[in-house]
Structure formats: structure tokens, C-alpha cells
């Protein structure tokens, strides 16, 4: 087993998830009425590691709605079926040094990168294009059942419903996109808008989160399931810029404190991928100035402070 001393070491992971608690500034995201009613105080984490040992805290069984957490997944299973040079024909591998939401494209004229909306929107355009949105909708949510091995993956018409109405800046930035010609041709703009929503809008708990991420931390294969859901340079590419991207404006201090690749959603799901060892979900809705969950950034700290999980701590 990857983790020998198993008991010993949730027991610890434990004692970071009650660390967490301790924090409790922050504040919950309020453009959408299915956020701002959510419970501040819903705190759960749950671990997954490459050979299936799980464990998870608090309320790990509630679920929440991923928002960009659905972003590398669905950057993933692009890459797998599309391949990387089609997919970055399209998109960027920069960190944009802005908002997440901002209405700004790299010097050609592209989205920076595939972790941000304006990338994740081009992202959601190339997927299953020639099918019709239902059908896209159905074998995407198919993949991110398969990542988390038939786990608890489910939509939140509610949120999804809220965001296509609450979309202003989405829909500008859209058409900014298509201005500047950013989407294969023939896409229509509505159903790739829709799409985006759609897997924002994808509902999970921490439990099968983490399963999820421990998917990419074994290289793609699922470890409850052992199904090759995505290749292996499909999950570099993904863990890459989660790495340099995934934790907004935030991302340059998290690779630096933490050297782990991450990701957040404005519902306060992250997660942290150790590759080669474990996926750890986290769930926290208030988010600090940046637009992170304050615990799950403190916990990905101290988790690096206590067991040397650094990519950086093995040298
Ligand atoms: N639905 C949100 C948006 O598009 C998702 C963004 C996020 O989680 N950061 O604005």
C-alpha cells in the first residue's frame, strides 16, 4: 500500500481538519441566490489515495455544486479527445495575472489559459462540437462519472439555471471571444455559454471529489475502478496548469508555499492533487479576497508543513 501506517496517518489529516475550523473569516459567494443561502459553516475533507484508501471528515456527504473546479476535468477530457495541439490552437498556457472573470485576451488574441471563464468557455466549445447539446452535456457528465469511478456526481438545475441568468460578464466575454474569432467555426455561442453553465453547475461531495483528483494523481487512471479515463500527458497537461493556474491571482503564492497542483470554485469546493500518491477534496464556502476557501488554503499549508508534500521537499 502507498500509505502503510493508514491509521496513523488519518489521524493526522484529521487533526489539519480540525486546524481548519479554527478559520472562519471569509465570505460565501452572493452572485447567485443558490450560493449566498449555502451554511458558512459546512466544512468537510475527504482523501483518496492511487490505491483506493479513503477517508473523509465533517460533511462530506453534502453535496455542492464544483464551478471551476469542473475546469480541469473538463480540460482534461478535452485533451484526451481532441489532443493538446488542437485544444492549445485555441487556448493558452500563461497565467493571466487577472481576475478569473476579466474581460481580457493574451497578445494573439487568446484566452490565457483553460482554468480561467474565458479559456474554460473555449474549452466547453470544443467539446463533442459536431453532437448536439444534450448529447454533449450527457458524455461529458459521463467522463466525470468515470473520473470519480460511479461515484456521487449529479447537476444542480437550480445553480445551473441562476448562472445562465446572472451571466452578464460570461456573455460579454464571449462575444469579446468570438470578435476576435476564438472558436472553431460554426460554434454557437449560446450552447457553448450553456455548456460552460452546465458543468459549473455539476453537483458532487468531497467523497467523490477526491476520487476524482486521485485520478489525476494516478495519472489518469480511476483507483476505485481502475478505468483509464483520460491518458497520462492528458493529466500533465491538466496538473501543469493547475499548478501555475488553478488558485486564481493566488496561484504564484500557492505553488510557492505549497508546490502542489490545486484548484477552487467560487461554491468553496478545491482540490489538491499529489501526484503519484493521493486526491484530497476539500469543501468550504467562505472564500477570502482572491476568491479561494480560506480552509482550504490553510489546509493545504499546514498539510505541507506537517508531511513535506512539496514537490520541491524531496530534494
Ligand atoms: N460560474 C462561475 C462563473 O462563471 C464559476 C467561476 C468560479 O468558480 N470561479 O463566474
New binding site residues.
Partial sequence: LTIPNWQKFTEAIGRIFTYGKKFDQGQVATYIPQLARIDPKKWAVSICTIDGQTESWGDFRDPFCM??VSKPFTYAIAIEQLGADYVHSFVGQEPSGRL??EICLNNVFKPHNPMI?AGAIVVASLLYQKEVLSTRFEYSLREFDRFAGGGRISFNNAVFLS?RET?D??YALAYYMREHKCYPEKTNIREALDLY?QL?SVSTTTNSLAVMAATLANGGICPLTKDRVVCTIAVRDTLSLMLSCGMYDYSGQHAFKVGLPAKS???GAMIIVIPNLMGIALYSPPLDML?NPVRGVKFAEKLVEEFKFHQYDSL
Fill in positions: 464551478q471551476s478569473f472573470n471563464n448562472e451571466a460578464r460570461n453553465f459549473c470554485g467560487v461554491s476568491g
